[in-house]
């Protein structure tokens, strides 16, 4: 079956009328599907469309991925994975700060933008714990490259986090921290455990505001992809 244009995209959700500027700046729908809300506001997307087009994006993939072919793993499986952990910095003063609603905001702009990022490089947002996200790569889809995927992933987060400018907040940063390691899954009941899990976590508190921190074995399966600082032997807490 012939895939969809964006034209015909857009026509389908009433939104013909942005064809012209997605044509000009050389936007078909597949690089539609890897842009965050900073990036349609750069086209000069109103509000409302842009947050249309990233919710119908979001149902979409999320009908796409109850459609695809699962594997039977209700019980244990295990996976040699890379873990991402993202952490919003000041995001407890903010709460204070902000009333429930404009919370919400800053924490859905938040949780697209990383989501958009992990997908990008086939990692899994595998969950959410309030301003804290934990994805992973090598599962569902296993590559060879996670180490380096989550890395790539990590980076994109945090230059698009402080590239989001959302009203009455200014600019954001995050933390991430990213090991590698087994996990013990059972996506059935939507759970994993491991000590990789656990690490990642830590790593993400000694990460400066808007960097990411990788233990060495990460950075030993990454290879020469990127630069490194350092930071000496930590203990464990």
Same mark, same amino acid.
């Given at each position: 079956?012939?895939?969809? %244009?964006?034209?015909?995209?857009?026509?389908?959700?009433?939104? /013909?009328?942005? =064809?012209?500027?997605?044509?000009?700046?050389? =936007?078909?729908?597949?690089? $539609?599907?890897?842009?965050?809300?900073?990036?349609?506001? /750069?086209?000069?997307?109103?509000?409302?469309?842009?947050?249309?087009?990233?919710?119908? $994006?979001? /149902?979409?993939?999320?009908?796409?991925? %109850?459609? &695809?072919?699962?594997?039977?793993?209700?019980?244990? +499986?295990?996976?040699?994975?890379?873990?991402?952990?993202?952490?919003?910095?000041?995001?407890?003063?903010?709460?204070?700060?902000?009333?429930?609603?404009? *919370?919400?905001?800053?924490?859905?702009?938040?949780?697209?933008?990383?989501?958009?990022?992990?997908?990008?490089?086939?990692?899994?947002?595998?969950?959410? $714990?309030?301003?804290?996200?934990?994805?992973?790569?090598?599962?569902?889809?296993?590559?060879?490259?996670? &180490?380096?995927?989550?890395?790539?992933?990590?980076?994109?987060?945090?230059?698009?986090?402080?590239?989001?400018?959302?009203?009455?907040?200014?600019?954001?940063?995050?933390?991430? !921290?990213?090991?590698?390691? *087994?996990?013990?899954?059972?996506?059935? /009941?939507?759970? &994993?455990?491991? +000590?990789?899990?656990?690490?990642?976590?830590? $790593?993400?508190?000694?990460?400066?505001?808007?960097?990411? =921190?990788?233990?060495?074995?990460?950075?030993?399966? &990454?290879? !020469?992809?990127?630069?490194?600082?350092?930071? !000496?032997?930590?203990?464990?807490?």
């Amino acid at each position: 079956m012939k895939s969809k %244009s964006l034209s015909e995209w857009l026509k389908s959700h009433d939104l /013909e009328q942005f =064809v012209e500027i997605f044509d000009e700046n050389e =936007v078909d729908l597949a690089t $539609l599907r890897i842009l965050t809300e900073s990036d349609l506001k /750069e086209l000069g997307l109103p509000f409302g469309p842009r947050k249309r087009i990233l919710n119908i $994006l979001r /149902e979409e993939k999320v009908l796409e991925k %109850s459609a &695809a072919p699962q594997a039977d793993i209700s019980t244990s +499986e295990r996976r040699q994975l890379a873990v991402l952990f993202c952490d919003m910095v000041g995001f407890t003063k903010l709460s204070y700060k902000l009333d429930p609603e404009a *919370m919400q905001i800053v924490l859905r702009a938040y949780e697209e933008t990383c989501e958009t990022c992990v997908n990008r490089y086939d990692g899994y947002v595998f969950r959410i $714990l309030g301003d804290g996200i934990v994805a992973f790569f090598g599962f569902p889809l296993a590559h060879e490259s996670g &180490a380096e995927r989550a890395v790539r992933a990590g980076l994109d987060i945090i230059s698009a986090i402080a590239g989001l400018n959302l009203q009455s907040v200014g600019r954001l940063q995050v933390r991430i !921290g990213i090991t590698s390691g *087994m996990v013990v899954i059972a996506s059935g /009941e939507r759970n &994993a455990v491991g +000590e990789t899990i656990n690490l990642a976590a830590r $790593l993400q508190t000694i990460a400066k505001p808007g960097s990411v =921190v990788v233990s060495e074995s990460v950075r030993r399966m &990454a290879g !020469g992809e990127f630069e490194y600082e350092d930071l !000496g032997e930590k203990e464990k807490s």
